[in-house]
């Protein structure tokens, strides 16, 4: 089971556009995919601090030519680092658009957190019906 944070927007109750399910912790994809994931998810600074992060790392790798080994730590590190903020930095976006963070539950997926929320949320779940 994940932890999930369930954030809300208390101006509107479109489940759509105004509750966002986010993972706690390690970003899989953001370890992966930093640049590409940090676009998808329109983290637009997060994205340029990534590529510029990357830039910098592989310029020195380029200028100080490390061995093999030590070339994959430091890109590993990178990668690690990347992964552990991502999620957070989705949910400060969040935050600055206004949402609130309601409730932190566990699921298998965001689906089944999302399901959980509402059956813990009687009153909200009557709202967006």
Do not use: C, T
Request: glycine share 6%; no cysteine.
């Amino acid at each position: 089971m994940n932890i999930y944070a369930v954030h809300l927007r208390r101006h509107g109750l479109d489940p759509d556009r105004d509750v966002v399910v986010v993972k706690e912790g390690f970003s899989w994809p953001a370890f992966f995919l930093s640049f590409l994931w940090a676009l998808w998810n329109r983290l637009w600074l997060a994205a340029a601090l990534f590529l510029s992060a990357q830039a910098v790392v592989n310029l020195g790798l380029y200028l100080f030519r490390p061995d093999p080994v030590s070339q994959g730590i430091v890109s590993l590190g990178l990668a690690v680092i990347f992964g552990y903020v991502g999620n957070d930095l989705r949910q400060q976006k969040l935050a600055d658009q206004g949402f609130v963070l309601s409730a932190v539950v566990n699921g298998k997926d965001s689906d089944q957190a999302y399901q959980r929320f509402l059956d813990h949320e009687p009153v909200f779940a009557a709202e967006l019906n």
